[in-house]
């Protein structure tokens, strides 16, 4: 019976973990479609930005109230309905010819997406001791990076041999398929229905938590250096910098769309890196401060200086990966800058925080391609030239710059961390 039980906790953690996979897939996957997209739907640069970004529209408000859905509802319910939204969406995203549609099925994608993080921290909290909690996640966190980089390099050698429509309606049937998985392993397994009834009592807590965080002004100076961080990633290698290396340095989009997935390799290795650092040195501000640093002094050369080797690019977008997993220390920070009944409230509100940004930045570089555009018309698609690409790109160091300089106005109690 014991071993039966193992079984079923690990296959459920299996399956929240694999969903967590596929949204990375789902999530990343306009950026090596961009001219696709442009062509299916004769649109601009700015569209794109903003047909991407309303998988963020709908992912960035979800991130308070999703906590409360899942201690309401249940897990099971919750996730198996959060993969089948994610499947549809990806089928009518694949499938239509208006853009109103498509921008629907990027919408229910994220609307989806926006359960697989909380789900998994839920899983792994309920189902695991704790001595094996921060392991878990942090393979969790990993088999993320490695869907962001499957959605990256290997995703554009599929679409190039099937076309684009073929392989999100593929992904959109999965995603049916993982959901329905999900619900009928959860319904043999009792202890998802004794979670909710433990957790209900949770629910009157919520409010008072979300105004014990947002009084704290270090909560929200840190939710907005975050957000900066991340930028470079959601922006560049999740979306415009597959285009940007694909002009700028003159390779097949296969090979830039590896370069991207350089990113998401280095973020792989470098979070459980930068979580061991920052525990090693005792202070997370440092540790994020040399992240920021680092992600500057890397991704500089690549956008204004692409006369390096394609080779010295990829080794120099991994680094941008490495570095920037220290963003990830930001969670860490937001926790420890509340009082403990309110931390999954501060991590939540700091992923809001990060995502309302990433809405806005994606649709500014498109914006900004647009505004810079010199009129170049090749096969009915826009094309733009490298000048038009690292004058867009330029929001990326000044944010880095922003997030490094707001460090500065955090607090942070000088002592190991435990």
């Known amino acids: 019976m014991r071993n039966e039980t193992t079984k079923i906790k690990w296959t459920i953690w299996g399956l929240s973990a694999l969903f967590y996979f596929y949204e990375f897939v789902l999530r990343v996957s306009p950026s090596v479609m961009v001219f696709e997209l442009m062509k299916s739907f004769n649109i601009t640069a700015s569209t794109v930005g903003v047909l991407s970004a309303f998988y963020l529209y709908a992912y960035a408000p979800m991130q308070l109230p999703v906590g409360m859905l899942m201690d309401h509802f249940g ?36 609307g989806g997406s926006s359960f697989a993080f909380i789900a998994m921290l839920y899983i792994t909290s309920n189902w695991f001791p704790i001595k094996k909690r921060a392991f878990l996640i942090g393979i969790a966190n990993s088999l993320a990076m ?82 900066l961080f991340y930028m470079t990633t959601t922006a560049f290698a999740g979306l415009w910098g597959l285009s940007f290396v694909q002009t700028a340095y003159g390779v097949s989009k296969e090979v830039a769309g590896y370069a991207m997935s ?33 992600t500057l002094i890397c991704l500089i050369p690549v956008i204004y200086f692409p006369v390096i080797h394609i080779y010295v690019v990829y080794f120099l977008l991994f680094l941008v990966g490495v570095f920037s997993s220290a963003e990830l220390l930001c969670f860490s920070l937001a926790i420890e800058l509340n009082t403990f009944k309110a931390k999954a409230t501060a991590a939540a509100f700091t992923n809001f925080m990060i995502s309302c940004g990433d809405a806005v930045i994606q649709p500014l570089v498109g914006f900004l391609l647009d505004f810079n555009w010199s009129g170049t018309i090749l096969k009915g698609i826009r094309m733009y030239s490298q000048k038009d690409y690292q004058i867009a790109l330029s929001c990326l160091p000044i944010a880095l710059i922003l997030a490094f300089l707001l460090m500065f106005f955090i607090k942070e109690e000088d002592k190991k961390i435990a």
């Open 75 to 110: 897990i099971k319910k919750v996730l198996s309905i959060a993969s089948i939204a994610c499947g549809i969406g990806a089928i009518l995203f694949s499938i239509t010819t208006k853009l109103s549609i498509a921008a629907m099925g990027r919408f229910l994608i994220g």
């Open 146 to 227: 490695l869907g962001a980089t499957a959605g990256a390099g290997p995703l554009s050698m599929i679409i190039k041999n099937f076309g684009w429509r073929p392989t999100i309606s593929s992904f959109g049937i999965f995603g049916i398929f993982l959901g329905i998985a999900i619900y009928y392993v959860l319904k043999i397994d009792k202890k998802s229905e004794q979670i909710k009834e433990k957790t209900s009592e949770v629910d009157t807590n919520i409010f008072h938590n979300i105004k014990s965080v947002i009084s704290k002004k270090g909560t929200w100076v840190n939710a907005l250096i975050a957000l």
């Open 262 to 294: 350089m990113v998401f390799a280095g973020w792989l290795v470098g979070g459980p890196l930068s979580g061991l650092w920052s525990d090693y040195i005792g202070k997370r501000k440092s540790a994020i401060r040399i992240g920021i640093l680092g």
